[in-house]
């Protein structure tokens, strides 16, 4: 008697290049939606604010209180100095490692430096200047902004690591919180948060394509073999 379930079979190698080719695409435009925003602000207007930024950076000044300020500030340490570069990135690397998903943790910490390092070079190619009106010292180059690029990488590699809804939704609080804050305390323009989402977007899944096997196969086995921190967090039900 023939089963009335067909055995599964491997993907094929076409097969999988046809899993890689969407995430390929979507990252590369990204990416180039990115480069031409900065293209354009400095094409158009020699980097000076584009008329939604001006519009954007008037609400945000005229609604300008100290509770959003101790917010703002909040997301500024957590997104760039010790906390930001070393702190929060490590702490996410020794978590994934403890759960014994090495390739996962490799993925993560190259979106990372990748990221970083595609904003030094928008911001030194672009060299917009920042907004006069900031409440916080920052270095030169606005366009894209290092903060939002930061956030969106940590978000899409997490949501990616940890397919849950509450992931995505946490990842996307955050980032948003980000971009807000940027603008709030004078640090960017709203198109240098934007660029900084695309950036940070584009690089987490433009890294994710060629090993999207890898990490679905690593998830899988860790799974099935839980990690010390998986038992432990077991026995304390």
Partial sequence: MMSERAPETAATPATRRIARRWPLVSGAAALLLAVGLGALIVLRGAGRPLEIDAEWMDEIIEHRAPVWEYLSLTMNYLGAGIAGVIVIPVLILVFLLLLKRPWAAGYFLAATIVSSGLVQ???????RARPEDMLVISDFGSFPSGHVANAATMTVCLGILFPRVWVWLAGALYTVLMMVSRTYLG???????IGGLLLGAAVAVLLWAP???????????????PSPLRIRRKNSA
Wanted: glycine share 10%.
């Fill in 187 to 193: 640090a960017h323009w709203l198109t240098d948060t």
């Fill in 121 to 127: 070079v928008l911001k030194s190619l672009f060299g």
């Fill in 211 to 225: 090993v999207a096997a890898k990490l679905q196969g690593e998830r899988g086995l860790a799974a099935q073999h």
